[in-house]
């Protein structure tokens, strides 16, 4: 079992993608997502949908969550076809390490935890009042760092790497080195460390770190394209700093904001989704005003209303 985790937008998804595309032949592996709208595999790749299941023509599948992880890896595991290996994907709220614990070590191996760092926020995040004692958690539980978004900044990602290790002693690969990080991954992460850095990162290992989120969905009445809904949510951004993360599908693109930041991506293609399209999901700190943030939002469905 593979635990995957990370803070909100750090990159976690673009790597099950990733590891979903380029599993080897033979081997059947079972992703499990708190969202599996979010897997956006190719389309040739899907075999079938049915329910909370996504299965992919290589054998491997998505599986959402639910309501049990527990429960959910039992039924994988005794199930006629087990899996050849499990890969969780945490929330970005979630302790790793906590999700690790999870496994049954009589029937399912922990491999190890990794760890995506969004270089571009990272440092930052970590001296948060609120939300930096989790993300030092995350890091210091991992077994392996990949670092994302390095390439948007002049430095590469150094000074994020150097955080990195001051909190734990785990190696750090970059995500654009896929070679390296995928033979990792499925090599199990044997001989890698783990676990050892909480009480360096001044989190003990037996305190959990409850940070609760809010979230609102924010549907329009009528079509909106992603170019419009982005600039509507860069003022939503620019009022409600307690905006962790943000994500819709539109006909035109997919808007995601992640560290302040929006991107407007392509859809893919053939791509379906068990969530309404032509909506955002917004996350948030406690705190913030939901009202507020709908209302601005609104404006550009009156606006495209109007027109």
Known sequence: M??????????????????????????????FVNDIGEIDVDAGLIAARSGDTVELTNGCACCAIGDSLGAALRDQVLGPH??????IEASGVAEPDRVAAYGDRRRVRLDGIVVCVDATDV???????LTGRLVRRQVAAADLLVLTKGDLLEDGGAAARAWCGGVSSAPV??????????????GGLGGLGGLGGLETAGVAPDEPIDFPVETALWEPSHAVTAEAVAAALAEVVA?????????????????QMAAGRIDIDP???????TTTANCLVLIAAPGWDRDRALARLAVLDRRVASS
């Open 123 to 129: 440092v930052r995040r970590s001296g948060n009042r």
């Open 82 to 87: 087990p899996p050849d290996r499990i890969v």
């Open 239 to 255: 009022s409600e700093p307690a905006l962790l993360r943000a994500k819709g599908v539109f006909s035109d693109g997919v808007v």
């Open 2 to 31: 593979l635990v995957l985790g990370g803070w909100l937008g750090s990159g976690k998804t673009t790597l099950v993608n990733r590891l979903l595309a380029e599993a080897p032949g033979g081997e059947r592996i079972v992703v």
């Open 267 to 273: 859809v893919p293609d053939g791509f379906e989704s």
């Open 173 to 186: 690969v970059v995500a654009s080195d896929r070679g390296a990080w995928v033979a990792l991954l499925l």
